[in-house]
C-alpha cells in the first residue's frame, strides 16, 4: 500500500484485529468510527497468550487501548467519526452520511497533490496541510538494511520450566518455537547501533545520503558515531531517533 500512487483512506468501521487489519494504516488517513476498535489481535487472543485465560478479555481490552478515542490520543487514527444514538447499526443512512462527508473532506488536501506525493505522504507518516504526525520527508528511499538479534535462544521448553506452559500450548496458539533474550550487555541501544552499521555497511551509497529521524530508539550520539552520519540540528544529546 506504501507504493500506491492515488490517495489511501481506510475507516475502521466495527473490529479490526489482526496484523491484516493495521495493515489498512498504511495510508493517507485513518478514520474510526467511535464505538470501533482497533487493534494487533483480539482481547480474547491477548487474554488467552498474556494469563491463559480468554475470560480475562476485559482486563485485556483496558490494557490495549484499542477504542477509537484511545487510539486518536495516541496519533494512531487522525479523526473519529461520530455514531448515531445506540451506535451506527441504528441508522445506517445516517452513518453512511457521516462518512461520506468525512472522506470528502479528507480527499480535499490530498487531490491538490501529485502521485509521487501521495506515496511519499504515506511513507513519512505525516498528515498534508497540518504537520500532525511529523515533517514529511523529502522523497525518501529505503538504500539498505540491516540487523541483530540477541544471541541467547530461549525455547518453549525452556520457558516451561519457569512457568506453567509447554512448547504444544505457545506454538498451537502462537506459531513460535523460540525466542531470544538480550543477555551480556546486550540493548535495544546496542543492536539497533549493530544493525544500523550492518545496513551502512551494504548500502552502497555515500554517507550524507543516511541520517536519523525523531521518533525511534536511537541515541543522536550514536547517530554521531556512524560513520560520521549527523545528528538532527538542535537535538543535542537528550532526543531519541531511529535510522532511515
Known sequence: MSGLTVPVLTVVTGEGGSGGALALAVA?????LENAVYSVLSPEGFASILWKDSARSADAAKLMHLTAHDLYQGGVVEEVLPEPPGGAQTDWEATFRTVDAALW???G???KLSGQNWRR?????SEVGTGKKGATMSAPEIL???SCVPTQVVTNEMLAQRVDTSDEWVFSRTGIHSRRHC????NGVAMAAQAASSGIGTCRCETGRGG???GGYVHARFCQSLHGLPAPAG????GRYHMF
Open 28 to 32: 493517507n488517513r485513518v478514520l474510526m
Open 105 to 107: 473532506r479528507e480527499l
Open 109 to 111: 488536501p490530498l487531490l
Open 121 to 125: 505522504a504515506v511513507i513519512a507518516g
Open 144 to 146: 539498505s538494511t540491516g
Open 183 to 186: 543477555s551480556g550487555g546486550e
Open 212 to 214: 536519523c529521524v525523531p
Open 235 to 238: 537535538a543535542g544529546t537528550a
